[in-house]
């Protein structure tokens, strides 16, 4: 599969930050699929959009690495930032979109909905590739949703073209997983 990863961060403070979480993410995924990191640090969004036409991935992986800035004098949120990115990489292509990332997991149950992505991997995201691989067979997940599970959870809420498909949201609860409250 045609796999993109995409880190929206582009926060300068302290300084830029490389996305390294998403090379763990892309080093997961079996070398037979072809695989391209988008970092916005570098990429501006006329360039986003190109690549978006030309390499026309079909899933594509946001990194969710800070939802805010933790900044009590001049505090910032992100979210509507991803919120937008989502609903403009939903006008530009089908690709399936899973959400991950340190700030996605501080609070998934209530960001996953939020975005409106596909899928959403909670903690460490070298589960990555099995969930691309599922994908690539057109398997449902949800049928057996322990392969995805390692120490933490996999949730997910199946959105696609813009609307629920009407199931809730899932999560599981693996042996020496932390709680996490069911979507409705
Ligand atoms: C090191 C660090 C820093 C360093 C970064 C140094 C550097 N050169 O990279 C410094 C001190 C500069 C820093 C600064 C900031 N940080 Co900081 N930082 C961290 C820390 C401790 C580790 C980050 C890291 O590198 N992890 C290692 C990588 C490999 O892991 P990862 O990115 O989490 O990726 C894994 C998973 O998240 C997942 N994943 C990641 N992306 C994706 C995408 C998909 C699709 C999937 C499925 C999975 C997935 O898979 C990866 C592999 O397992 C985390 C806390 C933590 N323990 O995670 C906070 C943390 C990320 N930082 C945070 C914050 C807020 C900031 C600042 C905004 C603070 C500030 N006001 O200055 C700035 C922002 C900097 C910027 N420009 O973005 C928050 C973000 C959460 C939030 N509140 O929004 C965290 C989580 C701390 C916290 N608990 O509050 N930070």
């Known amino acids: 599969m045609r796999v993109l990863l995409i880190s929206p961060n582009t926060l300068t403070v302290p300084y830029p930050v490389y996305p390294i979480g998403l090379d763990y993410v892309a080093g997961s995924i079996p070398a037979r699929h ?3 990191i988008a970092d916005c640090n570098v990429l501006s969004h006329d360039e986003l959009e190109a690549l978006l036409a030309e390499y026309q991935p079909e899933v594509i992986g946001i990194s969710c690495r800070n939802i805010d800035n933790t900044e009590a004098g001049d505090p910032l ?6 919120k937008e990115l989502v609903s403009w990489l939903r006008s530009r292509t089908q690709a399936i979109l899973v959400c991950g990332g340190s700030g996605f997991n501080i609070m998934p ?3 996953l909905p939020d975005l409106g992505v596909d899928y959403g991997l909670v903690g460490e995201g070298e589960r990555f590739g099995l969930l691309v691989e599922a994908l690539e067979k057109q398997e449902d997940p949800e049928r057996d949703p322990r392969r995805f599970d390692g120490l933490f959870l996999l949730i997910w809420h199946p959105y696609r073209e813009g609307r629920s498909l009407g199931r809730s949201a899932q999560s599981y609860l693996p042996a020496g997983g932390r709680p996490l409250s069911l979507l409705s």
């Open 34 to 36: 072809e695989v391209r």
């Open 77 to 82: 949120c992100f979210i509507n930032r991803y």
């Open 109 to 111: 149950e209530k960001i």
